[in-house]
DNA sequence: ACCTGAACACCGTTCAAGT
DNA sequence: ACCTGAACACCGTTCAAGT
């Protein structure tokens, strides 16, 4: 009927906020967003071509808050500052990840910071081929850590749902089949695992340490 | 009304079919199930709790097809070997990463895997805390990394929806991006990132080596 | 023990129609 | 240019009822 003054910043905003709410993506829907603005779903239609665009649009968003001053150190250490620069819009953000997964870097934003970590690896002497893939699989590793923290944050959180009951059944189903079968190895890690939850801050640190040693040591070889 | 002998076999082996067709685990439905055996939707509720529980016997039945011998190796080595093993399996059924995404490992087979996977480290001198953190790692990786795989061959094969074709758009736009902010590192390796799709074998042995040598680095300091 | 139909409460997307 | 209602073609899950 009467103009609403919708803009597309507002529909965005409040997807956010609905996400932020039951924090995994797929409780994201147009229609709650709708609800929310109290507008038509169809007019969702005429602001964006459809969901993957407004999927696109929040992972630009998220990864716009991802900063980094120029540095002039080693090429390992500017590497690590970046990814921690990430991990830490990713902590902010729980669904960060999932949007990552979701969407493709189709913008200028998240094109450049891509770009910019290739580069540091060309000029460090890696060869093209091998920067793009070490690159590559740095951010498999972070999104997987995030892919993890938010359905372990998801099977904590909601308690609610029958869905989510089982899902915790699930965990308990995990200790008791490991005693069973006497899978100690595991069991010694697994207290502490339900434990620690939170802190992944040094696991994360942990994993990429590691990648990146392995990373120096394979440069003297390769240029 | 009459008895069809639909066993819970047949529902996950129906369940693989559909899922091999379209490669995505969200375009796996229980109606689509439903109506590839004939019987009805309610019908699979006597079988499976619900679809989650599906999810799990399908991933459980994915992860018994890794096979892995015993073996007296460095410790480097076996782990190496056990993950190119879970990369072959993950190979075979496209859908596989997906499904592990989505299921918590608590059956008898993957808790076997992943307390393997541990002892193998806790024997190497390893700590508790890091050997499961460092597994976890790995796991996250090459989750990431097929995901990502998974989602580059959804964009390929299926031009067919609208949505696939908005999704094909998107990678058009990454390119032409690029090209107006002179993102020449990116640009360097986007067109070999097009062609050499399907060889992700040495994608995933690069990564994991590094991985390791970084790993064997750190041994003699933390033990 | 095994199966059904009908209903409930959701989805994303389209499109002719309104102002 | 911006918004709507109604419809289409899907979902997962439940439950009383059938054999």
């Given amino acids: 009927m009467v103009k609403k003054d919708i803009s597309d910043t507002q529909i965005i905003k409040t997807a956010f906020k609905i996400l932020s709410i039951n924090g995994t993506a797929e409780s994201l829907s147009i229609?709650?967003?709708a609800a929310e603005l109290d507008i038509s779903v169809s007019t969702f239609y005429w602001h964006?071509?459809?969901?993957?665009?407004?999927?696109?649009?929040?992972?630009?968003?998220?990864?716009?808050?991802?900063?980094?001053?120029?540095?002039?150190?080693a090429w390992d250490v500017q590497i690590k500052a970046?990814?921690?620069?990430?991990?830490?819009?990713?902590?902010?953000?729980?669904?960060?990840?999932?949007?990552?997964?979701?969407t493709v870097p189709a913008t200028k934003i998240r094109?450049?910071?891509i770009n910019q970590l290739i580069?540091?690896?060309?000029?460090?002497?890696?060869?093209p081929d091998k920067s793009s893939l070490v690159i590559e699989s740095i951010d498999h590793f972070i999104t997987g850590l995030f892919a993890d923290?938010?359905?372990?944050?998801?099977?904590?959180?909601c308690a609610l749902t029958s869905q989510d009951n089982y899902m915790r059944e699930l965990v308990g189903q995990m200790q008791s089949i490991a005693q069973e079968n006497h899978?100690?190895?595991?069991?010694?890690?697994?207290?502490?695992?339900?434990?620690?939850?939170?802190?992944?801050?040094?696991?994360?640190?942990?994993?990429?340490?590691?990648?990146l040693a392995g990373l120096k040591q394979q440069l003297p070889h390769h240029n």
């Fill in 31 to 33: 229609r709650k967003i």
């Fill in 48 to 73: 964006f071509a459809n969901k993957q665009a407004l999927l696109q649009a929040m992972a630009d968003d998220v990864m716009a808050e991802v900063l980094i001053e120029p540095s002039t150190e």
């Fill in 82 to 102: 970046i990814f921690m620069a990430i991990y830490q819009t990713y902590l902010k953000y729980p669904y960060a990840a999932e949007l990552m997964i979701l």
């Fill in 111 to 113: 094109l450049r910071l």
């Fill in 119 to 127: 580069q540091i690896l060309l000029d460090a002497g890696f060869a």
């Fill in 149 to 157: 923290i938010a359905n372990e944050v998801r099977l904590k959180n």
């Fill in 183 to 211: 899978y100690d190895a595991f069991l010694s890690t697994f207290d502490q695992h339900q434990h620690v939850q939170l802190a992944s801050e040094p696991k994360f640190m942990l994993g990429l340490d590691i990648f």
